[in-house]
């Protein structure tokens, strides 16, 4: 299982862009990038999912190098609400969640 | 609207009683799972299950039982063997078990138990 790597915390402004990185030296071939957000005493949320090159969705996007050995999350124009702990997993069946990074955003 | 409601938001039980907690998904889920959140800690998996009548263990899923008898349902019971059962607990579902389908998973909004 592929174990990765992300800052424990991080902080910014309220419109701002934030990119979170996340480290998986060892990712396997066939294994996939997931990110999620998690609000206290709430379960999490996916936000976004790729196996490589660019994702983008309406909340997020994803940009992944072509050696698959880490991953950006991408936030634009953060507020308030995106105030969470953010979290990269990253393989092909079972989840393991670490303990994510903590992104405070402030006004 | 579809999604995934756990109940009790929160529990409170006596040390040697057992408890069950309540998953029900209307998204026409095939799998479903259940996870424990400890402060400080990250998710940790207790069972899942890919299909009706029939479930895995997880990483930690001594003091746990669960059943699979309704594709919407999927309940944990928290036995008086589990030995420090005070987290918060997570279901969720996901569409299926095959390649990106197991990580896209959708999470209810936990049940905080309490041994007193």
């Known amino acids: 299982l592929a174990k990765t790597t992300q800052p424990i915390s991080m902080d910014s402004y309220e419109g701002q862009e934030v990119n979170i990185t996340c480290s998986h030296n060892n990712i396997a071939t066939n294994d996939y990038i997931t990110w999620y957000q998690q609000f206290p005493s709430q379960g999490p949320r996916f936000i976004i999912q790729g196996y490589k090159t660019k994702v983008t969705n309406e909340v997020a996007s994803l940009f992944i190098p072509a050696d698959r050995k880490s991953s950006t999350l991408s936030l634009p124009r953060v507020s308030l609400s995106d105030t969470a702990v953010y979290y990269c997993?990253?393989?092909?069946?079972?989840?393991?969640w670490g303990l994510g990074t903590s992104l405070a955003v402030n006004p | 609207d579809g999604g995934i409601t756990q109940s009790p938001k929160y529990l409170f039980r006596k040390e040697g009683q057992n408890v069950t907690l309540s998953c029900e998904q209307n998204l026409n889920h095939d799998a479903m799972y259940w996870y424990r959140q400890d402060p400080g800690q990250g998710l940790r998996l207790i069972y899942y299950?890919?299909?009706?009548?029939?479930?895995q263990k997880g990483d930690i899923a001594e003091g746990y039982s669960v059943s699979r008898e309704k594709k919407e349902s999927f309940p944990l019971t928290v036995t008086s063997a589990q030995k420090n059962p005070t987290a918060f607990y997570l279901c969720?579902?996901?569409?299926?078990?095959?390649?990106?389908?197991?990580?896209?998973?959708?999470f209810g909004p936990g049940t905080r138990l309490t041994v007193l």
């Open positions: 299950s890919q299909i009706v009548n029939d479930f």
């Open positions: 997993l990253v393989g092909n069946r079972k989840l393991i």
């Open positions: 969720a579902s996901s569409p299926g078990t095959s390649g990106g389908a197991w990580h896209t998973q959708y």
